[in-house]
Every structure is written in structure tokens, then in C-alpha cells.
T-cell receptor, first 111, second 113 residues
């Protein structure tokens, strides 16, 4: 079935460090890919998305590129801030409009 | 500009009690979802709906029932609550196209004792 695998956390970084959170997927079809972010006590919010191979989604300094050949959608940011501390979820959507999420990766950024 | 609204936000149930969680969206979205979030498990799909009057099972449907009598509302029912259903429940909705953004409610924290 369709699934998403994310790196386990927490990921602990100092402010201004480079961030990578790995995400790979399995899908029986041609999925759209998403990154969602969850701040403490809140629901999920869309961070960025990509709908076809080689598309790059970007928002708030975060980027991810849809790599069909490696079935990956890794999240990157060049310089993290304390305010980026949150849980990040990779997700895909294919067939019957279901959204399938990974287990989430907690990011902790210290000053 | 309410988006997706879940009620209640918190609830404590005794084992065997029943309750209904309400999700309401004002964006005229076709698709609605119920997820549960547990530590280390991410979000797991319970049930979903692709339109008014339709429902379908997700990944973990046992012990839950749902109804979508009106397009804007998606109800999640627990007929006989069990401690294993202690979780945070999220509702989400999205438009008809497969690449559209899903909007989430604030969540319902349910504890079954």
C-alpha cells in the first residue's frame, strides 16, 4: 500500500544550522507530495507541496524537491531559527484522495 | 473565516461510554477525514468521506463509526469507548483535486479511563 517513511527524531540543531529531514515514499500511482508542520497544541498546517517529478516546493525558507527516481521528498532549510521548532510531517496523496502521513520528525532548535 | 472547527476540544470518558466528535468546515470541501495522533505513530486515518452521504474506512476504523449527512459536517462516533482510544483526534478537509491543501482542525484530546 501507499506509505511514507521519515527519519526518526528528535533532530536537535543550533540556530542558523542547516536542516535536512529525509522522507521517502511508496505509492501505487503518481502521488502529490506534501510537508506539513505542527506547532505545539495546534493542528497541522501545510508548509509546501509538489505535484510532479522535479517540482520544487518552497515556503518560509524551506524547500523540498520531488525526486521520482529515488522516491524521495527531503525537506531542507539553509538556516533554522528557534521559531522553526515543531513537528514536521511528510505526506502523499494518491487515489481516492486519501492523505497518507509519515510518523513525523520533531525539530528542536536552540539559541 | 472559521475553516475547520472541532468540538469538543477536550473530553474524559469512562470505559464503555459513548460520544460523538463533531467536525464542521465552511469551505465547501468535498473531502473530509478523521485521524488519530499517538506518540511515535504519526497520524493514522480512521475514516474518510469523499462527499455528502459517503464514508469509507481508513487504516484504523475498528471501534469507530462516522456519518456525513451534510456536506459541511463529519461526525466521528465511539459507541463503547476503550482506553486504547485515548488519543488526539484531528479532522481535516480538502477540495476536490488531488493536489489541494488539507485544512486541519485544532484537535480533540480524548482520555478514556
Amino acid at each position: 500500500g501507499d506509505s511514507v517513511t521519515q527519519m526518526e527524531g528528535p533532530v536537535t540543531l543550533s540556530e542558523e544550522a542547516f536542516l535536512t529531514i529525509n522522507c521517502t515514499y511508496t505509492a501505487t500511482g503518481y502521488p502529490s507530495l506534501f510537508w506539513y508542520v505542527q506547532y505545539p497544541g495546534e493542528g497541522l498546517q501545510l508548509l509546501l507541496k509538489a505535484t510532479k517529478a522535479d517540482d520544487k516546493g518552497s515556503n518560509k525558507g524551506f524547500e523540498a524537491t520531488y525526486r521520482k527516481e529515488t522516491t524521495s521528498f527531503h525537506l531542507e532549510k539553509g538556516s533554522v531559527q528557534v521559531s522553526d521548532s515543531a513537528v514536521y510531517f511528510c505526506a502523499l496523496s494518491v487515489r481516492f484522495q486519501k492523505l497518507v502521513f509519515g510518523t513525523g520528525t520533531r525539530l528542536l532548535v536552540s539559541p | 473565516n472559521a475553516g475547520v472547527t472541532q468540538t469538543p476540544k477536550f473530553r474524559v470518558l469512562k470505559t464503555g461510554q459513548s460520544m460523538t466528535l463533531l467536525c464542521a468546515q465552511d469551505m465547501n470541501h468535498e473531502y473530509m477525514y478523521w485521524y488519530r495522533q499517538d506518540p511515535g505513530m504519526g497520524l493514522r486515518l480512521i475514516h474518510y468521506s469523499v462527499g455528502e452521504g459517503t464514508t469509507a474506512k481508513g487504516e484504523v476504523p475498528d471501534g469507530y463509526n462516522v456519518s456525513r449527512l451534510k456536506k459541511q459536517n463529519f461526525l466521528l462516533g465511539l459507541e463503547s469507548a476503550a482506553p486504547s482510544q485515548t488519543s488526539v483526534y484531528f479532522c481535516a478537509s480538502r477540495g476536490e483535486r488531488g493536489n489541494t491543501e488539507a485544512f486541519f482542525g485544532q484537535g480533540t484530546r480524548l482520555t478514556v479511563v
